[in-house]
């Protein structure tokens, strides 16, 4: 199988050097998207009226339009004072802009995002668009309380885990809608797990993303950096493992590594949850040693008068 796909013994350690290499672009492609949610409507640092990212991609223009290219201006005034700020979300955004390729200007940012968005858009009526345009879309620390809702569909048949790593924890950052200063920073699943199981278990979390690292290791969490394509967080350490909205931003092959990875990890008997409805996760899972034991939908609720479905996939070692 793993053949099939491209993947052979003499040519992995080349596939590995590719993907961290493109690893390390997805990383700055998706700190350009969260950067430019932040500048166009955050009042931490200026008093000009946010604007609606999403507003601003439904009407394609050919030049920055001049309320974008003055919000810039003023996060360019006050970005000394930002890395100080006493607001975390404010230094952490700083962090991301100051840690940018020279080649990646913050308008680069924000015409990097209105063509995921106009993308996005276009494919909302057709589901394999929108998985290829995740597929290679920048990575970013999305993080929402929704994704509580698959934990809690599947929690009556995750045991009593003694170890359990949080793969892709996200932090709730930035949004492209509904974004407020005033939230406070959250890892959603993180905070449901401890309040599921409380202390006793211990939990780890394993993610790329520099903020999200920052975040876990100032709050004294254990923070593995890991991608879970070509790296395993630990050689069956772990009684459960979580990762949710995951699997969506890898293809085939990253899917089937990164499922492989994740059987290494799990003790014997060990569980996987994640949210992922691809008929090849279960045949990949099958053959790592992980078939699917569990499958069911997940309604997320009502948004814009529609009913929002996810669904909770669990694999057993």
């Known amino acids: 199988m793993a053949a099939d796909l491209g993947l052979r013994a003499d040519s992995f350690p080349a596939y590995c050097d590719a993907q961290r ?34 507003d601003l991609a439904r009407v394609p223009q050919p030049t920055l339009p001049a309320a974008v290219a003055r919000r810039l201006a003023a996060w360019r ?59 290679r879309r920048g990575l970013l620390a999305d993080s929402a309380r929704a994704n509580t809702a698959v934990l809690a569909a599947a929690q009556d048949r995750l045991g009593q885990p003694q170890r359990i790593l949080l793969a892709g924890p996200g932090l709730d950052l930035t949004r492209r809608e509904g974004f407020d200063d005033a939230a406070p920073l959250e890892q959603p699943q993180w905070d449901w797990l401890r309040q599921h199981w409380g202390p006793a278990p211990t939990l780890d979390a394993a993610d790329v993303r520099p903020e999200v690292l920052a975040f876990l290791r100032g709050r004294r969490r254990c923070a593995v950096e890991a991608d879970i394509t070509t790296d395993i967080p630990a050689v069956a350490a772990y009684d459960l493992i979580v990762a949710t909205n995951l699997f969506v931003y890898l293809d085939d092959r990253g899917l089937l590594l990164a499922l492989a990875s994740l059987a290494r990890a799990l003790r014997p008997g060990g569980l996987l949850l994640h949210n992922d409805g691809r008929f090849a996760a279960k045949v990949f899972g099958g053959a790592v040693g992980l078939p699917v034991v569990h499958f069911a939908p997940v309604s997320l609720g009502l948004r814009n008068g529609r009913e929002q479905m996810d669904r909770a996939v669990l694999h057993r070692r």
Not at 25 to 53: C, D, M
Request: hydrophobic share 45%; net charge negative.
């Open 77 to 135: 005034t006050a970005a000394d004072a930002a890395t100080q700020s006493p607001d975390e979300r404010c230094r952490l955004v700083a962090g991301l802009i100051s840690a940018l390729p020279a080649d990646w200007t913050l308008e680069r940012c924000y015409l990097h995002t209105m063509a995921f968005l106009r993308e996005r858009l276009l494919g909302e009526q057709a589901p394999d668009a929108v998985n290829a345009l995740y597929q």
């Open 21 to 54: 290499k493109r690893l390390a672009e997805r990383i700055v492609a998706g700190s350009a998207e969260q950067i430019t949610y932040y500048l166009l409507q955050s009042s931490r640092f200026t008093s000009l009226p946010a604007l609606a990212p999403l």
